[in-house]
């Protein structure tokens, strides 16, 4: 637990200034932390990073990440994302033949599947932050808050299992230990910054968001069960490797971005 605190307070402390500064820094921030967390989903299919499958699937989900308002800045020969992910479909499919089927069909899919999952999940971080910084720390201590409720209400009233065939810690009383502390939060944000949205947008969005959160944590679950890993890596001593930090944001920036639209 000590261990987790620490690694948590020094994380914080190194992503929340590059937040604050936006931009350029916050951009490679969120591809370099995109590219690792790719990295260790390959490694959990025993896919190797340093080869043409790591390299291409890497490389998408960098395709994946630019906002679809820039797509005039970047396209390549009039190609837009929808074409790039076709290309990249057929590089891999080609893959299974120069390689006599050792790099299968299912990899293939897999490989695809991953900078979709990922690349797109980051892509809506950089784009909420350049909606507005208040948007991002919303759901940044959303997420957190709906985290450390889970956890602690779980673990002090949890009897119940929550969904004991992808993760057997997780409890009912924790799913909705989350929600309450995520709405607690976001009742705070209301009163401590004018934040740009109503309050009753504001409860019910935490609502949502607690629940996504949730759920993405239980779908990354559900991952490393069925390749019967413990953590997507050892990077963050206590916590993991990069995915299993970021496991919620992949739901909650995307959903928080529709809900932005409403």
Not at 144 to 171: C, H, M, Q
């Amino acid at each position: 637990m000590k261990q987790r605190l620490v690694t948590g307070i020094i994380a914080a402390a190194a992503f929340l200034p590059i937040v604050l500064i936006g931009g350029l820094p916050f951009i490679l921030l969120v591809y370099i932390m995109s590219a690792a967390a790719v990295a260790e989903a390959l490694k959990m299919k025993k896919i190797a990073v340093f080869s043409t499958a790591g390299f291409l699937s890497i490389l998408l989900s960098f395709v994946m990440l630019i906002p679809e308002e820039r797509a005039g800045e970047w396209q390549l020969l009039g190609f837009g994302k929808l074409e790039l992910l076709l290309l990249f479909v057929l590089l891999f499919l080609v893959n299974t033949v120069i390689t006599k089927n050792r790099f299968t069909f299912e990899d293939a899919a897999y490989c695809v599947l991953l900078p979709l999952y990922i690349g797109f999940g980051f892509s809506y971080l950089i784009e909420t932050r350049e909606a507005g910084i208040a948007f991002v720390f919303f759901a940044l201590f959303i997420t957190w808050a709906s985290d450390s409720g889970a956890y602690f209400v779980g673990r002090s009233f949890g009897k119940r299992k929550l969904w004991p065939e992808i993760s057997p810690n997780k409890t009912v009383a924790g799913f909705y230990g989350g929600i309450a502390s995520a709405t607690l939060v976001a009742g705070a944000f209301l009163f401590v910054i004018d934040f740009p949205a109503p309050a009753v947008w504001v409860l019910a969005a935490a609502t949502v968001l607690s629940i996504a959160g949730q759920i993405g944590d239980l779908a990354e679950s559900a991952l490393k069960r069925h390749y019967n890993v413990k953590d997507s890596g050892t990077l963050l001593p206590g916590h993991g490797g990069i995915l299993d930090r970021t496991d919620s944001w992949l739901f909650v920036f995307p959903l928080l971005h529709m809900l932005q639209l409403l």
